[in-house]
């Protein structure tokens, strides 16, 4: 059996498939859930609350370890004996990374 026509579409599917693009379940012979039309759908919006997400949430890394860095760094040139500063530029490139991977899902 090298081809498939669907009963329901008639799109002729390969003997492989088990699903047809419409839905048609050559396994089960019935109608099933159209899978990449309602799961685009789904996906496409779950995407984008995911970019949105990704970008806020960079968008605090970033902003937290700049602050810290700079709050830091403050603390420790008015200090007579030096003191100690934290670069905290682990959130930073990961608020950097997140944001970019956001504003990117977000456009994509
Ligand atoms: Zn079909």
């Known amino acids: 059996m090298a081809t498939r026509r669907c009963p329901s579409c008639n799109l002729i599917n390969p003997g492989s498939a088990t699903v047809c693009d419409c839905g048609w379940s050559f396994v089960e012979q019935a109608m099933t859930e159209p899978r990449h ?5 789904e996906s496409e919006e779950d995407r984008r609350s ?3 997400r990704q970008i806020v949430t960079g968008a605090i890394f970033l902003g937290v370890g700049l602050i810290l860095t700079v ?3 403050g ?3 008015s ?8 670069l905290a530029y682990g959130p ?7 944001l970019f991977r956001g504003v990117a899902g977000r456009n994509g």
């Open 92 to 98: 930073m490139i990961y608020g950097a990374i997140t």
């Open 50 to 52: 995911q970019a949105s």
């Open 71 to 73: 709050a830091t760094f």
């Open 75 to 77: 603390a420790a040139a």
């Open 79 to 86: 200090s007579p004996s030096g003191g100690t500063y934290i």
């Open 37 to 41: 039309l309602s799961n685009d759908r």
